[in-house]
Structures are given as C-alpha cells and as structure tokens.
C-alpha cells in the first residue's frame, strides 16, 4: 500500500514542538527537538531548511536562538507542511500533471484514485497544529467517511 514518509512523520514532530513552544513565545533547538524525540539533530536540520524555505519556521542563531513558527499554530495545516517536505499528495503516476497516462482512455480506477487523493488532500488541509496538540483531538470528527 502507501505510507507517509519518515521524512513528513519526522517534519511534523518537530512542527508539533514548535507549535507548543509558540503558546510560550519561546525557541526551541533542533538539539532539544531531537533529544525529545529521539530523531537526529543532523536530520532535523536538513527538514528544517525546507520548512524554513517554505517560510513556516524561522531560525536564529545565538544565546536567544532556536527555530519558531512563523504563523500561529491554528493557520499550519498537514498540507502544508506536507508540502513543503514532499510535495502535493500524488497516489498514483497519472495524477501528476506532468505526466500523460498511456491507460487514460480506458482506466477503470482513475476515479478511485482521484476520489481517494481528494479526500486525504481535505483531511491535511482540515487539520491544523492546534488540532493535533489539543488532547481532545478525534481525526474522525474532522472527516466522517473515515473509520
């Protein structure tokens, strides 16, 4: 089947921190990240740049230093830090617009396909950072066709 990359599971870990560090006005260190999560400082570092190119976190260096968000938690959705770290949600080649289906005339599972990537795409765009740090969070509420 399909999976989410370590690399987005790994983004928003350290999105998910520095959502709860945002409440506090204060900067968190990938070096703290990682010892909390258990992730690599190195390979946190290599996420962060996207997420900062993406313009959703931003870094100083010095004594008062460390990463933030750069919008509140609420306006963060998994889309968009999903995004920045891998790109749109593509499940299959012919949905990428780029690239012609040599089946496209008589495929019987496009509609499959696009209706199972639409309802993922609603579901990351619905869910923001604050959803996912409230202890009262319930994915199916936000997305009744799901189990």
């Not at 399909?2 to 983004?11: C, D, L, N």
């Not at 089946?103 to 199972?116: D, E, M, P, Y």
């Amino acid at each position: 089947m399909f999976e989410i990359s370590e690399r987005v599971h790994a983004g928003l870990e350290l999105m998910a921190a520095l959502a709860a560090a945002y409440a506090k006005d204060q900067r968190l260190s990938l070096k703290s990240v990682a010892q909390a999560s258990g992730l690599s400082a190195t390979y946190l570092e290599e996420i962060a740049a996207d997420l900062r190119q993406a313009k959703l976190i931003e870094g100083r260096q010095g004594p008062c230093g460390g990463y933030r968000l750069t919008h509140a938690p609420n306006e963060i959705t998994l889309a968009h830090i999903g995004t920045a770290l891998e790109g749109e949600v593509v499940l299959v080649e012919c949905q990428k617009g780029s690239v012609a289906c040599p089946h496209a005339k008589n495929c019987r599972t496009k509609s499959i396909w696009h209706g199972l990537q639409r309802l993922i795409q609603k579901h990351l765009c619905s869910t923001s950072l604050s959803d996912i740090l409230s202890p009262s969070y319930d994915s199916s509420s936000k997305n009744p066709h799901l189990p």
